[in-house]
């Protein structure tokens, strides 16, 4: 069994903080967002991929254009599956990945990992690792393991995850 993810967090699936997946690949911004989201909210995004996701309802409602079924600002941002089907990732249950993070403003709270359902926004099962004190700015600097750090594929996703785009992973999300 195969399962397919598109990469997709930006700490962006629910995250509140500053930062975002670099590795494995992320979902960019395109056309298929600015059609849902308009063309300010994707402007926001590619100002700033790291920002957190708090100001953007002010911009989508501003816009004449924004779809709020097709644009699910807390769920990678708005960033659309139709925009990033060249970083469809495909993992068989069980490996380790390695995980890459930039986090240029860090703030102190819990973070997680977890697989996310794209048609519901909820989590699959447990975190995939979880974080009491994630990016603590008090720190001179951050631990090693708040950027570089591994998950383990889930063997239990069964089906649900076997159609690209079905679900996303990671879901980084911190507050």
């Not at 300010?40 to 989508?60: F, I, K, Q, R, Y």
Request: net charge negative.
């Amino acid at each position: 069994m195969l399962y397919n993810a598109l990469i997709a967090a930006s700490l962006a699936s629910t995250a509140f903080g500053h930062g975002l997946i670099t590795s494995p690949p992320i979902r960019a911004v395109g056309l298929a967002m600015e059609a849902a989201c308009g063309a300010s909210v994707a402007a926001l995004v590619t100002a700033d991929n790291t920002s957190h996701v708090e100001g953007m309802p002010e911009a989508a409602a501003a816009e004449t254009n924004f779809n709020a079924t097709a644009c699910n600002l807390f769920m990678c941002k708005g960033l659309q599956f139709e925009d990033n089907k060249a970083n469809v990732q495909t993992f068989q249950p069980g490996p380790i990945v390695n995980m890459l993070a930039s986090i240029p403003i860090p703030h102190e709270g819990p973070m997680n990992v977890s697989v996310i359902d794209t048609a519901t926004n909820q989590a699959i099962g447990d975190p995939l690792i979880v974080f009491d004190s994630y990016a603590d700015e008090s720190l001179a600097q951050l631990p090693a393991n708040n950027t570089n750090f591994n998950v383990t594929i889930p063997t239990t996703l069964g089906d649900q995850c076997g159609v690209a785009g079905a679900c996303v992973c990671p879901s980084l999300s911190y507050h």
